[in-house]
């Protein structure tokens, strides 16, 4: 073979090299932004159930007008994610500030790692009529 011919194929070789590092970026970051979005929806899941808590009388085992019900531990979790919500594929949630009489906040971290090796910490602040989102990272 001549030289041209090894030249062309080195380059050859090293742009197939560059098309696979590309690709593997693009599908880690679209599993991160995925992740992201699939926690998000599960929080707004879990902010209307605790809407529903703080709606619900005391007698039929809401907050009545409350959200202190909702301790920062399992068992304030288990009253909204009787199934699957505490831990499920997209992440682990978790009640970040105990309710109040106003307030709860949920925390999730998912499950994608970031390239930092940190994975995606979202957080939900939900009061009796909306709910706002902060993304940590």
Do not use: W
């Not at 005391?58 to 199934?83: K, Q």
């Amino acid at each position: 073979m001549g030289q041209q011919q090894l030249l062309l194929i080195i380059l050859g070789v090293i742009i197939v090299g560059l098309a696979i590092a590309v690709g593997i970026t693009m599908f880690r970051d679209n599993a991160v932004s995925t992740n992201r979005d699939a926690i998000a929806n599960d929080l707004m899941h879990l902010a209307a159930k605790a809407r529903h808590f703080y709606k619900r009388p005391t007698s039929m085992g809401g907050g009545g007008h409350n959200f202190t019900g909702l301790t920062a531990d399992a068992s304030g979790m288990l009253i909204l994610a009787t199934t699957g919500y505490s831990d499920n594929s997209n992440a682990t949630y978790t009640i970040k500030t105990a309710g109040d009489a106003t307030s709860v906040e949920f925390r999730a971290v998912g499950k994608a790692m970031l390239d930092n090796g940190t994975f995606p910490t979202i957080d939900c602040l939900v009061t009796q009529n909306n709910q706002s989102i902060t993304i940590i990272n």
